[in-house]
């Protein structure tokens, strides 16, 4: 079993910006895509980012694009979030998630999912 525990949400104003961080749990994480999701009030769970299991090949939800990094570290067990330039729409949940697909962007595709950091963007 893969446990996931995520990080580095808060209170931030339009315009700023702040890094999520996602640890995993055993020593097979490299076997593994990641993917951020995020959820907010009376909204589906929307797909965010994900990134292969080696770091070289990553994708991005049109509404992040050029704002938001995703990335990882195998040694550490880690993958994270750079997010930048936000706006109050990116208010939400976001969730880290892990998948044995190959280039996943459904929530079909994971298998293991975190329990959430809330994210908050005031104007």
């Known amino acids: 079993q893969v446990q996931l525990v995520e990080s580095g949400g808060g209170l931030v104003q339009a315009g700023g910006s702040l890094r999520l961080s996602c640890a995993a749990s055993g020593r097979t994480f490299s076997s593994y895509a990641m993917g951020w999701f995020r959820q907010a009030p009376e909204k589906e769970r929307e797909f965010v980012a994900t990134i292969s299991r080696s770091g070289s090949i990553t994708y991005y939800a049109d509404s992040v694009k050029g704002r938001f990094t995703i990335s990882r570290d195998n040694a550490k067990n880690t993958v994270y979030l750079q997010m930048n330039s936000l706006k109050p729409e990116d208010t939400a949940v976001y969730y880290c998630?892990?998948?044995?697909?190959?280039?996943?962007?459904?929530?079909?595709?994971?298998?293991?999912w975190g329990q959430g950091t809330q994210v908050t963007v005031s104007s």
């Open positions: 998630a892990a998948s044995t697909g190959i280039t996943p962007r459904r929530s079909y595709e994971y298998s293991y």
